[in-house]
């Protein structure tokens, strides 16, 4: 099975501050044919299900606010919230969809400091 | 907008079979290209997936839970379930289901379902 690995487990900020998500992958997770990264992220607010933000490791959702980005390629990739607002305290995790069994990190809580 | 909902027992005795079903509405649970997950949370953990079935019939399980795991479809209800047999207090968890897009991954969920296995 593929390992993510995210750090770090939480992070305290102050709204309007950037906030950095990393998660590895224990393998590549280019697909050679298209040359994507199948890495997904998800926002899970409490009491509420997991909800996708970016997939292809940087490729946006629909609705998503732009302040919600992703980068990375290979085994190494990025979540950063450009400006923390109050909504966005949640657990994020990534997930890898490249190779069954599907992964997710142990997920990053993110809190206003 | 496609809207999945998990519904069953709520409480399992351990050694018993744990039987859920999502149904999906908004949308054909037998369109082309598409999948169906199951992925379960204990409370205050991370996310574990469990399998899947295509529109087609076919599945894929997570190799941790494939012993004991079947998931199945009913197109003439637009509903997949799952079954998980031999339970134990390690199956307690929020169960989700969720559509599972080979390139965009999880795009809908359910608002999951809390099963305790308890006697």
């Known amino acids: 099975d593929i390992v993510m690995t995210q750090s770090p487990d939480s992070l305290a900020l102050s709204l309007g501050e950037r906030a950095t998500i990393n998660c590895k992958s224990s393998q590549s997770l280019i697909f050679n044919a298209n040359n994507r990264n199948y890495l997904t992220w998800y926002q899970q607010k409490a009491g509420q299900p997991p909800k996708l933000l970016i997939y292809?490791?940087?490729a946006r959702e629909s609705g998503v606010p732009d302040r919600f980005s992703g980068s990375g390629s290979g085994t190494d990739f990025t979540l950063t919230i450009s400006s923390l607002q109050a909504e966005d305290v949640a657990v994020y995790y990534c997930?890898?969809?490249?190779?069954?069994?599907?992964?997710f990190g142990q997920g990053t809580k993110v809190e206003i400091k | 907008q496609v809207q999945l909902q998990e519904s069953g027992p709520g409480l399992v005795k351990p050694s018993q079979t744990l039987s859920l079903t999502c149904t999906v509405s908004?949308?054909?649970?037998?369109?082309?290209?598409?999948?169906w997950s199951w992925i379960r949370q204990p409370v205050g953990k991370g996310l574990e997936w469990i399998g899947r079935?295509?529109?087609?019939?076919?599945?894929t399980y997570n190799p941790s839970l494939e012993s004991r795991v079947s998931i199945s479809l009913d197109t003439s209800k637009n509903q997949f379930s799952l079954r998980l047999t031999s339970v134990t207090a390690a199956d307690t968890a929020l169960y989700y289901c969720?559509?599972?897009?080979?390139?965009?991954?999880?795009?809908?969920w359910g608002l999951g379902t809390m099963v305790t296995v308890s006697s």
């Open positions: 969720a559509r599972d897009m080979l390139e965009t991954a999880f795009d809908f």
């Open positions: 997930q890898q969809n490249h190779y069954t069994p599907w992964t």
């Open positions: 292809w490791a940087s």
């Open positions: 908004g949308g054909s649970i037998s369109g082309t290209g598409l999948y």
């Open positions: 079935i295509y529109s087609g019939g076919s599945t």
